[in-house]
């Protein structure tokens, strides 16, 4: 099976390497085994006519180039034994069973991770000596804040915001966020962590599963929760899941529930609609929960949201320094802003079977980045859709993504996409572990 591949500026190019060599390496075999043998026969004819002569000097060169000859043709055949160990060893590797194959993958993941995590470490005590070097406000505050609510209620683009700039993949479509996601807000005398998080809903398969598991642990540990809603519409069974689920957390943070969207909203309704969402929460008690109205896209009461959760926040140092905005690296926020891109421009059967895999992030100094990047979908009907006609809904698609990227890194990309097929993914315990979806609980009857 071929994959469909394109990019958007042209086609890159690999370096291939030979099983077994390595970079400036000299070729070794019977072409040297043979210039051997010819150096052995020179030196045979040289010996000849010295030793006529008994010239003892003669001989002891002759002996002394032998030996070199001799020791040059035992090292040629101990490198030849190598290359052949190397090249049995592919062979092991070809004939190994995909579980072995896979076990392998798995030890060389952990040891990945394992340097992913000291290098982190590094830099979380350097972030540490930043802030502590900071002049901080007796009265400063910080904490973290969860944002919750069903999908499609606008959690991202309200993170985006608040932030100032985009760090988060925004569409349309539901469940475009499929993971938790820091959103850090630094300011003068206080710093807000928004958690963004996947919109609960009723699953439909393990993906659907891990959503919701990244949100419900998102509620864990958090200063405040942000239960988001859409106030242009009436409460859905998905907003009352998620009332219940709030109102069994013990102990509960200060809940504020936020209703936006209300620029798309006639005012009239706005007073009926805080009526509806606030009897969701009834077994609260009085006082405990607080609401606001506002408008993520329209920046209307955003102000005010940012006061009232600084104000609940409790007092203490920043946990991040004030450069951050996001505890993603640029690969990781690259992969969701390719799908982005996706759910832009394909049709409805598609964009909930699709996954982004960043295979190579690597700078090329004045150059820019190279971003290798694999969609995959479900099945070959899918294929044919999001490469296009001649390539055309993939060339679209790299476009769009190649320009988020290059305003988020602020540097050149080269983005390079190909698609392939992973047939019902979404239900594959294996394949979610290795895009990062490990779902812990199975909630299915």
Not at 197 to 226: K, M, S, Y
Not at 335 to 348: G, M, P, S, T
Not at 415 to 443: I, Q, S, T
């Amino acid at each position: 099976m071929q994959d469909g591949k394109g990019s958007d500026e042209g086609e890159g190019r690999g370096a291939r390497v030979r099983p077994g060599g390595e970079s400036g390496a000299c070729p070794v075999g019977p072409v040297l085994a043979g210039e051997v043998g010819l150096q052995e026969e020179k030196v045979g004819r040289q010996s000849a006519a010295p030793s006529q002569e008994g010239g003892a000097e003669v001989n002891a060169d002759i002996e002394t180039t032998m030996a070199s000859v001799r020791q040059c043709a035992c090292q040629i055949s101990i490198t030849a034994s190598q290359v052949e160990n190397r090249l049995i060893a592919l062979k092991t590797l070809q004939e190994m069973p995909r579980a072995r194959l896979n076990a392998l993958a798995g030890i060389g993941e952990c040891l990945a991770k394992s340097l992913i995590e000291f290098i982190v470490k590094g830099k979380q005590s350097s972030r540490r000596r930043r802030i502590h070097a900071m002049i901080i406000p007796s009265e400063y505050r910080s904490g973290f804040v969860a944002v919750i609510g069903r999908p499609n209620v606008g959690k991202s683009t309200l993170v985006n915001a608040l932030v100032g700039q985009k760090i988060a993949a925004v569409s349309p479509r539901p469940q475009t966020t499929r993971r938790r996601q820091l959103g850090i807000l630094s300011l003068e005398r206080a710093q807000i962590i928004f958690v963004d998080t996947p919109g609960i809903h009723v699953p439909r398969h393990r993906l659907g599963e891990f959503f919701n598991q990244e949100a419900e642990a998102a509620l864990e540990g958090v200063d405040v929760i942000l239960f988001l809603v859409d106030a242009s519409v009436a409460p859905q069974g998905e907003d009352q899941r998620i009332a219940t689920l709030l109102a069994a957390l013990q102990p509960c943070p200060p809940v504020i529930l936020g209703l936006n969207k209300i620029d798309i909203l006639p005012k009239a309704v706005l007073e009926g609609r805080v009526r509806e969402y606030r009897a969701l929460l009834e077994e609260f008690p009085d006082g405990a929960v607080s609401t606001l109205a506002f408008s993520a896209t329209a920046g209307q009461g955003l102000s005010e949201l940012l006061t009232a959760l600084a104000e609940r926040l409790p007092p203490g140092p920043p946990h991040y320094s004030p450069e951050q905005v996001t505890d993603l690296y640029e690969r990781d926020i690259a992969a969701d802003l390719i799908r982005e891109a996706a759910l832009r421009f394909l049709q409805d059967e598609v964009p909930h079977a699709l996954a982004v895999r960043i295979d190579d992030y690597k700078e090329r100094g004045e150059n820019g980045a190279y971003v290798a990047a694999t969609l995959f979908v479900e099945r070959e009907s899918q294929k044919g859709i999001v490469i296009g006609a001649e390539g055309a809904m993939l060339k679209r698609i790299g476009s769009a993504a190649r320009q988020e990227i290059e305003a988020m890194s602020g540097r050149k990309v080269f983005l390079e996409l190909r698609v392939k097929v992973a047939k019902g993914w979404r239900n594959d315990a294996a394949f979610l572990r290795r895009l990062g979806y490990k779902v812990v609980k199975d909630n299915r009857t």
